[in-house]
């Protein structure tokens, strides 16, 4: 029996590939030292896991930016208005295809399942052409064989999922469906496959995740299909089709019958019934069964009793059984013992990816030598488990009183939506179209420098308090001089606007090198919820009302809520997620009533990740929607009638959840809309949503600015599903990756075009 991983952080120890690809854009790291750094990380990476105890490494699972994008690159499905600049120069081509340039827009990005990864979708349609490039996958075999490892496996995005997860190329129909073009995608799949096995590839390991979503009978049979045809193959490696995230369902006896030699399943959260699932279809006889074991996506150590149980069962019904982590480690920090702050009593719970790895190891080692030959690890597991469950850090008394007491009640506004709104238009008398923005203005290296001096202790806190108002001071006049109407602080205080607010919250636990993907180069330090919340001060009055003592226009305060908080932190799993989610929502509840006592007229209670954490099945959908929905009510329900809620979503595709956002009785919306093209304001207006709300105009993760015209299209197109006394002007999102002279330029650009399509309204008789 093996030990694997289906992935591995791309990182590096001290985030080596952000600062050199960040470099190579800024002109200051050539093509080749960029290169060099990505090998020398993949070559840490494969001695990582060799040392930890896996023997089989993942390979092609490393990326400059994202392995969607580099799928997209291995199929030759390159957008036409990118191809000249790839045929060009590859290596800045792709990056322009990520990011985009002032002649040609990026591809569109989107969460990968429910994790807070982005991917970037790839466009297709009836026109393409594929054209298989395996090089990327080759040259990384390359170096991992010639590194030594003992078994190296390609792990390439399967034709079914990679399908599935693109959308019409523009100017393609919108009911295009991008699965029909499989038949032509199947014979580069084969190519690949041929041109893996020539580059030593024993095992190649083809991922599936879009079959733990609910599928259609035609979709399950093209993926049937799809897999008897690639099973068939002469010239191929033996084949590995993994699936992680959720359970497989009616997609597991389709895959168990397909002719090939391995499946990876999940057995961690929901997809634990993936056991009984393939104890009903007759187990995997004669196959290779990677058992996900060890939670790729949490930060808690395994009970590895339990998983020796699972396994044992797993035995009896698959041909072999290896071990492995539910899901790529992506999405997990690298390495526990880097943080040296953590007290000890709770670093003995926590498990990284090297951690992650070495009990994938422990556990395969259990298998093949019996559970004596890991006894002494059986048995501080069992210590550690059981350390936490006794922990007074797990229990506050006077929070779980708080949190039993909550009634229906507290999760109501005092007035419905149609009677708070007349009140709140008196009180801020916006013109129609009103202007603002989502919260965050450019994190400078300049701030971020003055957030290091502040921790390193070159300056003290008065210094960085400073460094703080002056940055709001310049915020607030940019946009008095822009004429934006709805004003905002800026969020220069915030390293993140999650991590921010769990550092002032007791039952949260902050990392110092605890760093993960979130798309391209940016990075996210998720907070650790390993106790009962409470918040023990005001979080971010005060630097609210410094704005609001600046302005005589509306400044919003901004907070990050209960849904949101959870979703971008790693949650306690020995509770209820919704009990976990009540505790935040508490905290927050208070937030927003002194917020609103301090004089704030509008506050925004952001909830990106509402959409995010949707479970992939339909049948857990109802459950969750509805903890999370009144997770939002109670935190916000608290203020007066003619104070105004804002909430914010973006990165992904709302058209399911539009009855949710209705639940949440929130005034006005902001959603992410500008890279596709408005679409989420005729999804509103198709379910009639009644409320206010501003689809953004501004796409603020390309450094292109938009130009008036295309942001007056853009309104109008807006116009066309949502009435002028409900429509807002906003970008997509913060502002904070951005820089100033492009915020600057798009937001006087934005008001402008607002300013000219109030102009083309009918005059109010
Ligand atoms: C809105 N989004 C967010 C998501 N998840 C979150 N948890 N937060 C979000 O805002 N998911 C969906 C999207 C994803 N979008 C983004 C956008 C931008 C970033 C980003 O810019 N990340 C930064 C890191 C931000 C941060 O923590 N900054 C710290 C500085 C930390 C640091 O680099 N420290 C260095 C020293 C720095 C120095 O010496 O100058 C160190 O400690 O070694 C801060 O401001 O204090 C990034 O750089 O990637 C992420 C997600
Ligand atoms: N208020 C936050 C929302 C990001 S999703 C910001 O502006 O960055
Ligand atoms: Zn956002």
New binding site residues.
């Given amino acids: 029996m093996r030990a694997t991983v289906h992935g591995y952080p791309r990182q590096g120890p ?2 080596e590939l ?1 600062k050199a690809v960040e470099g190579y854009w800024e002109g200051r790291v050539t093509a080749e030292a960029l290169h060099s750094t990505a090998a020398e990380l993949r070559r840490g990476n494969w001695r990582q896991l060799a040392d930890a105890g896996i023997d089989e490494v993942p390979t092609g699972d490393f990326s400059y930016y994202d392995h969607m994008l580099d799928t997209t690159v291995m199929v030759g499905a390159l957008p036409e208005r990118h191809r000249a600049a790839v045929a060009a120069d590859p290596l800045a081509g792709y990056f322009a295809m990520a990011r985009g340039t002032q002649e040609a827009a990026p591809l569109e990005m989107t969460k990968w399942f429910d994790t ?1 990864y ?1 991917y970037l979708v790839p466009e297709l349609g009836p026109d393409t052409v594929f054209r298989a490039d395996a090089g990327k996958q080759t040259a990384e075999l390359g170096e991992a064989l010639a590194l030594g490892a003992a078994a190296a496996r390609p792990v390439l995005v399967g034709p079914v999922t990679y399908l599935l997860l693109a959308k019409p190329a523009p100017g393609v129909a919108p009911d295009f469906e991008p699965l029909t073009l499989l038949e032509r995608l199947l014979p580069v799949y084969a190519e690949l496959l041929a041109d893996l096995r020539a580059a030593g590839a024993r095992w190649v390991q083809l991922d599936e995740p879009a079959l733990v979503q609910d599928r259609t009978p035609g979709e399950l049979a093209a993926a049937g299909e799809a897999y008897r045809a690639l099973g068939e193959l002469a010239d191929r490696p033996r084949l590995l089709v993994a699936s992680y995230f959720d359970r497989l369902g009616e997609a597991l006896p389709v895959l168990a019958k397909a002719p090939v030699e391995g499946l990876a399943l999940d057995f961690t959260g929901p997809a634990a019934a993936n056991l009984d699932a393939l104890a009903a279809v007759g187990g995997l006889p004669g196959k290779r069964l990677v058992a996900g074991v060890v939670d790729g996506r949490n930060v808690w150590i395994n009970d590895l009793e339990r998983s020796m149980a699972t396994l044992a069962t797993l035995l009896g019904l698959a041909g072999r059984v290896d071990v492995a982590t539910s899901c790529s480690l992506l999405h997990v920090p690298l390495d526990a013992r880097a943080e040296r702050r953590i007290d000890p009593q709770v670093a003995r719970w926590l498990a990284f990816a090297r951690q992650k790895a070495a009990e994938a190891a422990t556990l395969a080692r259990g298998l093949t030598k019996g559970t004596g030959a890991i006894s002494a690890e059986l048995a501080a597991n069992r210590a550690d488990l059981a350390s936490r469950t006794a922990s007074p850090l797990t229990h506050d008394k006077a929070v779980r009183a708080r949190s039993a007491a909550v009634t229906e009640a507290d999760t109501r506004r005092a007035l419905p939506y149609h009677r708070r709104t007349a009140a709140q238009r008196t009180r801020l008398g916006l013109p129609p179209l009103p202007t603002t923005t989502i919260g965050s203005f450019p ?1 400078t ?1 300049e ?3 003055a ?2 001096d502040l ?1 390193a202790g070159r300056i003290d806190e008065t210094a960085y308090e400073q460094r703080i108002a002056a940055q709001i001071r310049e915020v607030v006049a940019f946009q008095e001089r822009a004429g934006l109407d709805v004003l905002v602080h800026g969020e220069g205080e ?6 921010y607010f769990a550092e002032q919250l007791t039952g949260y636990l902050a990392t ?2 605890g ?1 993960v993907q ?2 391209g ?6 907070p650790i919820l390993a106790g009962d919340v409470a918040r023990p001060r005001p979080m971010s009055v005060r630097w609210t009302q410094y704005a609001q003592s600046l302005t005589s226009r509306p400044v919003k305060g901004m907070l990050t809520g209960p849904v949101t908080m959870l979703a ?1 932190s790693f949650v306690r799993d020995d509770q209820p997620v919704a009990e976990t989610a009540r505790q935040v929502a508490l905290a927050l509840r208070d937030e927003v009533c002194e917020l609103e006592a301090g004089g704030a007229a509008v506050i925004q209670v952001d909830e ?2 509402l959409r995010e954490t949707l479970p992939l099945r339909a049948a857990d959908r109802p459950g969750y929607l509805a903890w999370a929905t009144a997770a939002f009510r109670l935190a916000t329900s608290g203020v007066r009638p003619d104070t105004q809620i804002h909430t914010h979503m ?2 992904a595709e709302f058209g399911d959840i539009i009855g949710a956002i209705e639940q949440l009785d929130a005034d006005v919306i902001s959603l992410e809309a500008a890279r596709s093209h408005m679409q989420v304001a005729d999804e509103l207006a198709g379910h009639g949503y009644p409320r206010e709300a501003g689809p953004g105009v501004y796409d603020i993760h390309s450094p292109r600015v938009p130009g008036p015209e295309e942001l007056a299209a853009l309104l109008r197109k807006g116009l066309t599903a949502i009435p002028a006394d409900r429509l807002w002007a906003n970008p997509d ?2 502002l ?2 951005r820089g100033w002279p492009e915020v600057r330029e798009a937001l006087r650009n934005m008001v402008a075009a607002a300013r000219t399509v109030r102009r083309e309204l009918p005059r109010q008789s």
Avoid: E, F, I
């Fill in positions: 001290n985030r952000k807070n982005h994190q290296a701030l971020r420098r957030r290091a921790r915030r390293n993140d606007m999650v991590q110092r090198h760093w979130s798309y180069t940016r990075y996210v330090r998720p971008w990106p990740a973006c990165y999102c913060g904070k990756t």
